[in-house]
Structure formats: structure tokens, C-alpha cells
């Protein structure tokens, strides 16, 4: 089906959100639309960023995560092969992130999939647990070219990264990342780039100093903070610690400003770079709550230069949305293993998701970008 939806919103912002959000300063370009376009139903272009779980599979079972709550999709790990054909179907991709729900390290083809991109320039990146890097897997993500392995770390001690991410790993993966960075540099590596990603929250915002030290210690120089997303307008279907009563917006101002003045001053001491997701810096990354008549999900750029795919192909909007929604069907827009990329990309579903997004009643998931979270 090829229906065209009419444009909802124009170029020009709706009223009640004049203001520039700070997000739009700081996306790399790969994310924007080329400029004097305005956002439709349709992109003009082909996505320029793409994420493709490499699998769905994960050996943990994080309190914040919706895959430890529910089977949305069946379990699947991409052939090499199978990715391939995915990947060719993005011929302007710029930048790849191979993950979305799942650990990537329990893809055993993963380094010749990072080898495969790189021989077509695309800059790859992955997310990872941290758990599973022994010296096999060090040495192979460095071999492979990889540019960026971001290794999520929610506490600095033990019995607080156990409560959030279900399993007590944390030397384990202590010991793997210290081993990543030494393998990088005996082999005297320019990549991949190693950073430190912590979804803040009630339970592990005070340990976030002691998470710059670990940093530091281990020689990893970058950490980001990254906000919870949660099924915002649900609060019966909140699981886990993914609920609005364990987030750091809003509430707790005074004590939010003192532990980021504290983690910047040690950062700096350190000679860290102490930034938060979306390239924005972590004290306005926690300012997330907006007036009620602001409609900050207009300004989202995702469906329009990003594409999501999962392990079984299926095409989301964006990589927040499955953490943002119970209505996971009304997620998928398409399945690249059915029908073409180009031909989802410009269906009545991409349209029609992408005139919601502009107007003043977007989908549930996007209702609370901005509003609940950063965009
Ligand atoms: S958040 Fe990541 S590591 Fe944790 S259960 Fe989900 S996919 Fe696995
Ligand atoms: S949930 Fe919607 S508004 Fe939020 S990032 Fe995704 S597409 Fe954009």
C-alpha cells in the first residue's frame, strides 16, 4: 500500500514551541535533514543512520529493560549473510550502531559484520553490556575495526549495578573493559574509541562520582549520562525500576546540580570528558521536564534521516520507542525480510507515523520525548 498521507505540519514551528530545543544545536549533521527542507509524511532522503540489532538475545536481565518483562519478538541473531542483506538496502548509511535490545557481543559474526561495514566506509558503532568481553573478544573488536564501543555501566558498586542490571557482574566486566583498553593499546590501535554509558536514576545517582574515578582508573575517557525512558503515561504498566517514582528530573534539583558540579570537577581534575547522550551536556540532559503546552516531540528529526531495524527485521521508528510504549506492534512500520526498505520508508505507515509526530497528538511513544525525557 502507497498512500500518501496530506502534510499535517509544515516547516514552521506549531505554535507552543517556538523555543529551539537544545538538542537540535548539538545533532551531528548525519542526523539532520539537508537544510531548507522541511519535515512531511515523506523523507526526501534515505537514512544516513541506521541501527540493526545484530541480535536480540542478551545474557542479562536488566530492571530497566522491557525485553526482561516481555516477548515482543521471537529470539534471533543475524547471520552475516542476513545482515548483508539488510545493510545493502541502506545505500547512503553514514553511520551504523549495531544494537538496539540485545547484547552484541553474543553474535559470534559480529567482527566479520564490523569488518564488512567498514570495507563500505560507514563508521560502526556498538553498545554493550561489558559482561562478556574476555580477551578473545578484546582483540577481535580492535582487529575488526570497530570506532566505537560505548560499555553501559548503571552504579559504581556492586550491589547497586546487580539491582538495576539483575546479574552481579560488575568485576567481570571491570576486568574485560581494562583488558579492551590495554589490547587497544598493545596493539597499538587507534579505535575503537571506548566510552562509559550509565542510565542515571534514583538508585545510582550518587555513585556517579565514584563512576568518574572508575573511569579514570581504568583509562576509559569518556562517560555519558543517559536519561530513563519508560512507559510514562502508563503507570500501571511501569515494570521493573522503569517507572516515573525512580527518575531524576524534576524533583531533587538541588542535589541533581551538586553531584554533576562534583563529577565535573572531578572529570576535569581527571581529564575526562563528562557529556550525556545527544551530545548534550549532563546538567541540561536532566532538565527533561517541560511546560504542559510545550510539544517538543515536533521537533524530533529520527524518522525522517534514522532507521531501526530488529533482528527479525521489523522496522521501527526509532531506538526509544520500544522502551517508551506497551503497543510494541504499533511500533513496526514494515519487515525488511517481506518488502524493501524504499518501499517502507515511503508507505502509508511511515506517513502517517511521521504526519502524527508533527502534529499535536503523535504516537503514545513519542507524547513523551521531551516531556518525560530528552529527546
Ligand atoms: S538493557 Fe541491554 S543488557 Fe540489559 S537486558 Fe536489556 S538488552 Fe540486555
Ligand atoms: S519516540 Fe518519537 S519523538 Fe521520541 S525519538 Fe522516537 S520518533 Fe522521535
Given at each position: 500500500m502507497s498512500e500518501f498521507i496530506p502534510l499535517l505540519a509544515s516547516s514552521s514551528p506549531p505554535k507552543g514551541s517556538l523555543r529551539l530545543l537544545p538538542e537540535q544545536m548539538f545533532?551531528?549533521?548525519?542526523y539532520r535533514l539537508p537544510t531548507g527542507v522541511a519535515k512531511g509524511p515523506l523523507s526526501p532522503i534515505s537514512p544516513r543512520v541506521v541501527f540493526i540489532e545484530?541480535?536480540?538475545?542478551c545474557n542479562l536481565l536488566c530492571e530497566t529493560c522491557p525485553r526482561t518483562f516481555f516477548d515482543r519478538e521471537p529470539l534471533k541473531t543475524l547471520s552475516c549473510a542476513e545482515f548483508v542483506q539488510i545493510?545493502?538496502?541502506f545505500p547512503e548509511m553514514r553511520r551504523v550502531l549495531l544494537h538496539g535490545i540485545g547484547e552484541p557481543l553474543l553474535n559470534k559474526e559480529l567482527p566479520q559484520i564490523i569488518k564488512y561495514l567498514k570495507g563500505r566506509e560507514v563508521e560502526v558503532i556498538i553498545n554493550s553490556n561489558g559482561t562478556l568481553l574476555t580477551p578473545t573478544w578484546q582483540a577481535a573488536l580492535v582487529e575488526s575495526g570497530l570506532d566505537q564501543y560505548r560499555c553501559s555501566i548503571d552504579g559504581a558498586k556492586s550491589e547497586t549495578y546487580a539491582r538495576i542490571r539483575g546479574a552481579n557482574a560488575l568485576p567481570k566486566l571491570v576486568e574485560g573493559l581494562a583488558g579492551l583498553v590495554k589490547t587497544k593499546a598493545r596493539l597499538q590501535a587507534e579505535t575503537p574509541r571506548i566510552s562509559i554509558w550509565c542510565v542515571a536514576t534514583k538508585e545510582n545517582l550518587a555513585e556517579l562520582p565514584d563512576l568518574v574515578r572508575l573511569a579514570a582508573r581504568l583509562g576509559?575517557?569518556?562517560l555519558y549520562l543517559q536519561r530513563l525512558v519508560y512507559f510514562a503515561r502508563e503507570p500501571e504498566q511501569?515494570?521493573?525500576l522503569a517507572r516515573d517514582d525512580r527518575t531524576i528530573f524534576g524533583p531533587d534539583h538541588d542535589y541533581q546540580e551538586e553531584i554533576i558540579t562534583t563529577c565535573e570537577a572531578l572529570?576535569?581534575?581527571l581529564g575526562l570528558d563528562f557529556r550525556a547522550s545527544g551530545a548534550r551536556d549532563p546538567r541540561h540532559s536532566l532538565e527533561a521536564a517541560r511546560p504542559a503546552d510545550f510539544s517538543p516531540w515536533q521537533e524530533c528529526m529520527r524518522p525522517w534521516t534514522t532507521a531501526y531495524v530488529t533482528a527479525n527485521g521489523n522496522c521501527l521508528p526509532c531506538c526509544i520507542s520500544p522502551f517508551a510504549t506497551s503497543n510494541y506492534s504499533s511500533l513496526i512500520l514494515g519487515n525488511l525480510f517481506e518488502r524493501p526498505f524504499a518501499e517502507i520508508w515511503t508507505d502509508y505507515l511511515y506517513q502517517k507515523f511521521r504526519s502524527k509526530?508533527?502534529?499535536p497528538q503523535p504516537h503514545q511513544a513519542c507524547s513523551s520525548c521531551g516531556v518525560y525525557w530528552s529527546l
Open positions: 545533532l551531528p549533521d548525519a545484530v541480535t536480540n538475545r545493510a545493502e538496502q576509559v575517557p569518556e511501569q515494570f521493573g572529570s576535569a581534575e509526530l508533527l502534529s
